[in-house]
């Protein structure tokens, strides 16, 4: 997970290679992620292709990277919800969409994609209800190896929990991506005993409006999960197999339980 935003890349047994989100900061002009943090990161991994890249919603710090990403790698397929309105960020993405011929897939809860044998994603939210708060339209995934679960929750709040929670959908994972990196209005206490995660991990940069809140990391402490976060940790690397085994490092060794 890179340490501006959310970025979260993972790659298969048989080496496909997924990304979703591509980080972002509010002003490319001056810190471009996607050019600066992203591309040197893939092409360091001699990643020039990926397989598919998910946009969770779009705000910038999410989708962000990715524009710069799109122009100069190669894209099999973007993916993304079926956009209510087609607001700026989106018509910003589809100009190069169009530009470079990128395979686009609209997505809706309840799809899944066979990435290969044993592994799945699957679109567990959002179902009917729509919010203004674009944060609680975000497109939540559940990564499913064998016995391993990891869940993908973009910027969702509290509204968006209490819709997931009354319509019964399993969310329990092995490994929670915090939503909104940490927000105080997200990973409410009910929320969090239905994950019921064995860990944690914040996309997050130093400075970064407050978050993650004190409220969510004492929650976090609560329910013993431990806890990994981009400004403190750096890069985390996560190592899994399909019965569940779960090996992780980080760049540096400062971890919260």
Known sequence: MLDSGDSTLFITPMQKKILIDGGGSLNRENYDV???????????????CLDYV?????????????????????IKTLIFLKQEKESQEYK??????????????????????????DIMIEVLYPTNEKFE???NNSMVLKLKYGEFKMLFTGDIEQKAEKVILEQKIDVSATILKIAHHGSKGS?????????NPQIAVIGV????????????????????????????NGEICIMVNKQGKVKISSQISNISK
């Open 34 to 48: 996607g050019k600066s943090v992203l591309l040197p990161y893939l092409l360091d991994r001699n990643i020039s």
């Open 133 to 135: 708060d674009q944060n």
């Open 92 to 117: 910003e993405v589809m100009e190069i969409v169009n530009q470079k011929k990128i395979k686009i897939r609209t997505l809706k809860a309840g799809d899944k994609i066979e990435l290969e044998k």
């Open 54 to 74: 998910f946009i969770s919603h779009f705000d910038t710090d999410h989708y962000g990277g990715l524009l710069y990403l799109m122009e100069n790698v190669k």
């Open 187 to 195: 990973t409410t206490e009910e929320f969090l005993e239905k994950v």
């Open 205 to 232: 940069g130093k400075n970064n409006f407050g978050h993650p809140s004190q409220e969510v990391l004492k929650r976090l402490k609560k329910y013993e999960v431990t806890t990994y976060r981009t400004d403190q």
